[in-house]
């Protein structure tokens, strides 16, 4: 069973269950996946370089947050599974 990189409309979890290797979903969770991965790469060079600007203002910073927040959940939940 192979849990899916989206959820339900109501926030539950989606799994995939066969006995196949590959396939037209795996092959879309595996490139969901690696989107999300290579977001949270892009946000993390984006952070440091603010981090390097002491004029950025701290809604930019909030905003950021948010999004790192986001990247960090969607790696944690493909580095789980």
């Not at 995939?16 to 060079?45: K, T």
């Not at 984006?46 to 790696?75: C, I, Q, T």
């Amino acid at each position: 069973m192979r849990l899916l990189p989206w959820t339900t409309p109501d926030d539950r979890s989606c799994f995939l269950i066969s006995d196949a290797a590959g396939g037209p979903v795996s092959d879309l969770a595996d490139s969901i996946e690696e989107m999300q991965l290579d977001i949270g790469e892009e946000l993390l060079r984006h952070a440091r370089a603010m981090h390097a600007d002491p004029k950025v203002p701290d809604r930019e910073f909030r905003y950021l947050s948010r999004r790192l927040a986001e990247a960090l959940g969607d790696a944690l939940r493909v580095a789980r599974n």
